[in-house]
Nanobody
């Protein structure tokens, strides 16, 4: 199983980025998909989750209204559209596949992790 995340980069405050995560060798639609991030010197935190059919999403309070998670089950891909980025969004972003019930994914429910993609927001 592989989760390949991409789309990170260096942007300025107020800019947008779209992260993608392509899954291979798993039945993608069976998993809740989520995005986590780890900022420098901080613990990994939940950012966004999306249900198996893509009809339900959950977000951390810090990104609500700015980030949007979506998925394409036919293409085995989950996305994270990030708008109005600020310096606090600087982090390595990880996609994750969860077998849990809750879309607000917890680490203990994650069975597969992507390798991470770095997002740096300059102020």
């Amino acid at each position: 199983v592989q989760l390949q995340a991409s789309g990170g980069g260096l942007v300025q405050a107020g800019d947008s980025l779209r992260l993608s995560c392509v899954a291979s060798r798993l039945t993608f639609s069976l998993y809740v998909m989520a995005w986590f991030r780890r900022a420098p010197g901080k613990e990994r935190e939940f950012v966004a989750g999306i249900s198996r059919r893509g009809d339900s999403t959950q977000y951390a309070d810090s990104v609500k209204g700015r980030f949007t998670a979506s998925r394409d089950n036919a293409g085995n891909t989950v996305y994270l559209q990030m708008n109005s980025l600020n310096a606090d969004d600087t982090a390595v972003y990880y996609c994750a596949a969860s077998t849990g019930v809750s879309v607000r994914t917890v680490v203990n429910d994650v069975v597969y992790w992507g390798q991470g993609t770095l997002v740096t927001v300059s102020s």
